[in-house]
């Protein structure tokens, strides 16, 4: 009597699942993905860490799905497991797809991965924050904050700098949706402080893309506080302050004011500074 012969088990193929589109979390919104230097293998620094957070933010350049390197386990270490994810980022974008740090740049974070990484991150945040605030107004509305700070600077403002002109820039960046420093935390409204650092260097380079003065990264000027922002700033925002001040009665003559009455006065005195600077701009060829 011969043997039943045995009957395959076929196992049905399971369908590969598309990587989804890379969506940035809460935190890496409020990380700049602005790079003023070469990061390689080896390098130990806090850009290490923002270059973390960013690559965490695609299932397809993540550093690591759990333990160190893991989304909220970044490092400011760039190890073997971020360079793979930089040649992931490369490969993924088109810079390079083989060779060495050395020959072709594969897994170094060099001008060419540093211009892609911005316009990456900061297309994919912007599109995020659009996303969730619909209806904000296009006008930026200055706050009751903005409305009495002086948009007036009388010198240049950069990554480092500190003192009460860099927390009224701050806070005149913070009063339009375009170029707020942050959402929540340091930085936010209500949060400003006296020191410069990345995250307003982005906003001012957001700044200055919204009203031409910059078109990348690479233009000169990209994320400082010069001559043409500094009188660009005073236009914008002495024109965002002009109804709010001319809405409000002049106060009547008194031998004393109360505290409210002088800081109008001070801001009107402000406006018509602004206004004459602007004219004497004009003049002047």
């Given at each position: 009597?011969?043997?039943?012969?045995?009957?395959?088990?076929?196992?049905?193929?399971?369908?590969?699942?598309?990587?989804?589109?890379?969506?940035?979390?809460?935190?890496?919104?409020?990380?700049?993905?602005?790079?003023?230097?070469?990061?390689?293998?080896?390098?130990?620094?806090?850009?290490?860490?923002?270059?973390?957070?960013?690559?965490?933010?695609?299932?397809?350049?993540?550093?690591?799905?759990?333990?160190?390197?893991?989304?909220?386990?970044?490092?400011?270490?760039?190890?073997?497991?971020?360079?793979?994810?930089?040649?992931?980022?490369?490969?993924?974008?088109?810079?390079?797809?083989?060779?060495?740090?050395?020959?072709t740049?594969?897994?170094?974070?060099?001008?060419?991965?540093?211009?892609?990484i911005?316009a990456?991150?900061?297309q994919?945040?912007?599109?995020?924050?659009?996303?969730?605030?619909?209806?904000?107004p296009?006008?930026?509305t200055?706050?009751?904050?903005a409305?009495?700070?002086?948009?007036?600077?009388?010198?240049?403002?950069?990554?480092?700098?500190?003192?009460?002109?860099?927390?009224?820039?701050?806070?005149?960046?913070?009063?339009?949706?375009?170029?707020?420093?942050?959402?929540?935390?340091?930085?936010?409204?209500?949060?400003?402080?006296?020191?410069?650092g990345?995250?307003?260097?982005?906003?001012?380079?957001?700044?200055q893309?919204?009203h031409?003065?910059?078109?990348?990264?690479?233009?000169?000027?990209?994320?400082?506080v010069?001559?043409?922002?500094?009188?660009?700033?005073?236009?914008?925002?002495?024109k965002?302050?002009?109804?709010?001040?001319s809405?409000t009665?002049?106060?009547?003559?008194?031998?004393?004011?109360s505290?409210?009455?002088k800081?109008?006065?001070?801001?009107?005195?402000?406006?018509?500074?602004?206004?004459?600077?602007?004219?004497?701009?004009?003049?002047?060829?």
């Amino acid at each position: 009597m011969s043997a039943t012969p045995a009957v395959p088990t076929v196992t049905p193929a399971t369908p590969a699942i598309p990587s989804p589109a890379a969506q940035p979390s809460a935190r890496a919104l409020l990380v700049s993905p602005v790079f003023n230097r070469t990061l390689r293998a080896g390098t130990t620094h806090s850009d290490v860490k923002r270059l973390q957070v960013l690559l965490n933010t695609d299932p397809d350049t993540q550093i690591a799905t759990i333990g160190v390197g893991s989304p909220g386990n970044e490092t400011e270490y760039f190890g073997k497991l971020t360079q793979r994810a930089v040649e992931r980022f490369q490969k993924k974008h088109g810079l390079a797809s083989s060779g060495t740090p050395e020959t072709t740049g594969f897994g170094l974070v060099g001008p060419a991965t540093r211009a892609k990484i911005i316009a990456v991150y900061e297309q994919q945040a912007a599109s995020i924050r659009q996303r969730a605030t619909p209806s904000a107004p296009s006008a930026a509305t200055p706050s009751p904050i903005a409305a009495a700070v002086s948009p007036v600077f009388n010198r240049g403002l950069d990554v480092g700098s500190k003192g009460e002109d860099v927390k009224r820039l701050q806070q005149l960046l913070n009063s339009d949706p375009d170029t707020t420093i942050a959402a929540t935390d340091t930085g936010s409204p209500g949060k400003e402080t006296e020191y410069f650092g990345s995250l307003t260097k982005t906003a001012v380079a957001k700044f200055q893309m919204k009203h031409g003065l910059v078109k990348s990264s690479a233009d000169p000027g990209y994320g400082f506080v010069g001559p043409k922002t500094r009188t660009k700033m005073a236009e914008v925002f002495a024109k965002q302050q002009a109804p709010s001040s001319s809405s409000t009665p002049t106060p009547a003559p008194s031998t004393s004011d109360s505290p409210e009455q002088k800081l109008q006065k001070q801001i009107n005195d402000l406006i018509r500074q602004v206004q004459e600077l602007q004219g004497k701009l004009k003049t002047t060829p």
